[in-house]
T-cell receptor, first 114, second 113 residues
Framework: GAVVSQHPSWVICKSGTSVKIECRSL??????MFWYRQFPKQSLMLMATSNEGSKATYEQGVEKDKFLINHASLTLSTLTVTSAHPEDSSFYIC??????????FGQGTRLTVV | ELKVEQNPLFLSMQEGKNYTIYCNYSTTSDRLYWYRQDPGKSLESLFV?????AVKQEGRLMASLDTKARLSTLHITAAVHDLSATYFCAVDDYGGATNKLIFGTGTLLAVQP
């Protein structure tokens, strides 16, 4: 299967600071990037969808000014959580897509805001 | 809006027993995925089902898809402790971008010795 690299695996930050999460598709070009969020003991919820070179589309209830997504190349996308607060603590997972039937996910980033 | 429901939400079963997890979805789709998630980890792909009547098997797990009933099942045969994990189904939402997946609620499986 395709190789996806997501960093960091876990991060602890202070309330009010920003955190950047990187997602790379190492052996394929991702025309679309999906970012998911998973709270403890819950399912994965789609946060936003981005196409390379375009602005991201956010799901209802997700603040676009808080969760900044950059998809400047076909192999790299970043999610920046700005002015993080404890309620942003969650597991963030990227899903780069090349439009095939397979879906590949990053290893996930556990964010804890204290 | 596509909704995906799984049941049961939690399943405790003894080793050696069989059981089925159900995944229902609300709108037309013929792409359905099953994933396994261990605590603190990301998703491990189990099956991709791409057409009505598709059946796939790997070890003690077998998945099927009935697109007319909008139902997929994940059957566990002779469960072993190593199968303990959370299982998610996910449905491709054609209303949006390709491969935009809507996930089910998840089924936490605990296999007891």
């Amino acid at each position: 299967g395709a190789v996806v690299s997501q960093h960091p695996s876990w991060v602890i930050c202070k309330s009010g600071t920003s955190v950047k999460i990187e997602c790379r598709s190492l052996d394929f070009q991702a025309t679309t990037m999906f970012w998911y969020r998973q709270f403890p003991k819950q399912s994965l919820m789609l946060m936003a969808t981005s196409n390379e070179g375009s602005k991201a589309t956010y799901e209802q209830g997700v603040e676009k000014d808080k969760f900044l997504i950059n998809h400047a190349s076909l192999t790299l996308s970043t999610l920046t959580v700005t002015s993080a607060h404890p309620e942003d603590s969650s597991f963030y997972i990227c899903n780069p897509s090349q439009g095939s039937t397979e879906a590949f996910f990053g290893q996930g980033t556990r964010l804890t805001v204290v | 809006e596509l909704k995906v429901e799984q049941n049961p939400l939690f399943l405790s079963m003894q080793e050696g027993k069989n059981y089925t997890i159900y995944c229902n979805y609300s709108t037309t789709s013929d792409r359905l995925y099953w994933y396994r998630q261990d605590p603190g980890k990301s998703l491990e792909s189990l099956f991709v089902l791409l057409s009505n009547g598709a059946v796939k098997q790997e070890g003690r797990l077998m998945a099927s898809l009935d697109t007319k009933a909008r139902l997929s099942t994940l059957h566990i045969t002779a469960a072993v402790h190593d199968l303990s994990a959370t299982y998610f189904c996910a449905v491709d939402d054609y209303g949006g971008a390709t491969n935009k997946l809507i996930f089910g609620t998840g089924t936490l499986l605990a296999v007891q010795p």
